[in-house]
Structures are given as C-alpha cells and as structure tokens.
C-alpha cells in the first residue's frame, strides 16, 4: 500500500497499491457527493470544531480503533443530530436522500458522530455490524480535507478502493463492508461525520440514544 500506515495495523485484505476508485466502484447503497453545498460544509466544520472541547470534556473514548483522546471514541454517548443547529442542516437532507435511497422504509433510529483527525490520526480497519447486531445501514458524510491528502479506504470483495474526500459527499453502505482512513500525513485537520441507521423500535433499549428519524 505504498507508504500508507494504518492505526491497528494491515486489516482484513492484502493491500498492493492504492486502487484510487469512484463512488460506483465501491457499490455503495446510495450516494450523492453533493449532499452539502461548501456553505453548508464549512457550517457544520465550525459547529463540530465548537462543540469537540465540550463533548471530549464529557464523555469518555470508548473506541481503541482511533487515537486514545479522539472525539470519535464519543460515538455511543453524544449524537449530534441532537444539536439544534447541526440537525437544522443536516436533518432534512437525510430525509430527502432516504426517501430516495429507501422507498420501502419510512424511520431509521440513527446514531450520528464525528471525527476528528489530526497529524498521525487515522482509524483502524473496522465494521459496523457484529454477532451482537445484526445488519444494518452506514452512511459518512465528508465534511473537511483534501481530496490529495484525504481519502477513506473501503474493502470491496478481496481488494480495496480509495475514495478521495470531497467535501459534502454522503455514501450509504451496508454495514458489513470494513472501511479504514490511513494515519494522516499533513498537519490540517480532517473532519467526516459517520451514521449508524436501525429499524426503528421503541422497545429497543439501546435506542435511547438513537435520533428517531422519520422520512
Ligand atoms: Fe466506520
């Protein structure tokens, strides 16, 4: 894989060269790499760089897959849906776009986090689905980076795919597909939102931290 590095090591797959891809090599569920305008981007990147001193000072790492202090180890206690402010931009587009990606549905429980990588930050090669869960739906929303020094890594059958980041870009997945981001090798600060969609269940326990998204 060139001289990328991987926080937690190699993965699941050999990787024998970067494979630059698209979005239709990837087989994603939906996408639309114009979810967000820049405006829209640069909004949410000012929110989440506000509110990540205060999430951090909150909540405890609970994820060893990404550096020891990083806000994406938050994921199961703060869902920025929640924030007013974020939802207003984000919140309807997702109900447009589900609309459109799941004609036969009409309710996710979401979690919604973000991630933060700096210099030497990436995160490890990972699912979302384990024996615990079931399947279920992932969406990322890429929100800060550079297409030349940013992509997130996805594995497609027995080889790779490198997606270069565009800011605004959503890509739905299923949650059985391993995704990773190299360690970061410039001194700006990458900024992607991740999504876990479940059926929606109001007797689900682990729902109470869920966003009840109806579309
Ligand atoms: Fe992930």
């Given at each position: 894989m060139g001289s990328l590095e991987w926080y937690g090591g190699q993965g699941p797959v050999l990787l024998s060269d970067q494979n630059i891809g698209t979005a239709d090599d990837v087989g994603f569920i939906y996408y639309d790499e114009n979810f967000l305008s820049q405006d829209e981007a640069g909004a949410i990147r000012d929110l989440i760089l506000e509110w990540e001193p205060v999430v951090k000072d909150s909540f405890p790492n609970a994820y060893a897959g990404a550096a020891p202090d990083a806000l994406t180890g938050r994921h199961p206690f703060f869902?920025?849906?929640?924030v007013p402010e974020f939802y207003a931009i984000v919140g309807p587009k997702l109900q447009s776009a589900f609309r459109i990606a799941f004609p036969q549905k009409s309710e996710f429980g979401v979690q919604c986090w973000a991630n933060t990588f700096r210099e030497n930050e990436g995160i490890a090669w990972h699912k979302h689905e384990d024996e615990t869960t079931g399947k279920f739906f992932c969406a990322h929303l890429f929100i800060e980076g550079d297409a030349n020094d940013s992509a997130t890594h996805y594995q497609v059958g027995n080889d790779v795919v490198a997606i270069p980041n565009k800011r605004g870009a959503f890509y739905v997945f299923d949650s059985a597909i391993y995704h990773a981001v190299a360690l970061r090798k410039v001194t700006s600060t990458r900024i992607s939102i991740a999504f876990d969609m479940l059926e929606y269940d109001a007797n689900e326990k682990r729902f109470w931290r869920f966003h009840h998204l109806k579309f």
């Amino acid at each position: 894989m060139g001289s990328l590095e991987w926080y937690g090591g190699q993965g699941p797959v050999l990787l024998s060269d970067q494979n630059i891809g698209t979005a239709d090599d990837v087989g994603f569920i939906y996408y639309d790499e114009n979810f967000l305008s820049q405006d829209e981007a640069g909004a949410i990147r000012d929110l989440i760089l506000e509110w990540e001193p205060v999430v951090k000072d909150s909540f405890p790492n609970a994820y060893a897959g990404a550096a020891p202090d990083a806000l994406t180890g938050r994921h199961p206690f703060f869902n920025w849906l929640n924030v007013p402010e974020f939802y207003a931009i984000v919140g309807p587009k997702l109900q447009s776009a589900f609309r459109i990606a799941f004609p036969q549905k009409s309710e996710f429980g979401v979690q919604c986090w973000a991630n933060t990588f700096r210099e030497n930050e990436g995160i490890a090669w990972h699912k979302h689905e384990d024996e615990t869960t079931g399947k279920f739906f992932c969406a990322h929303l890429f929100i800060e980076g550079d297409a030349n020094d940013s992509a997130t890594h996805y594995q497609v059958g027995n080889d790779v795919v490198a997606i270069p980041n565009k800011r605004g870009a959503f890509y739905v997945f299923d949650s059985a597909i391993y995704h990773a981001v190299a360690l970061r090798k410039v001194t700006s600060t990458r900024i992607s939102i991740a999504f876990d969609m479940l059926e929606y269940d109001a007797n689900e326990k682990r729902f109470w931290r869920f966003h009840h998204l109806k579309f």
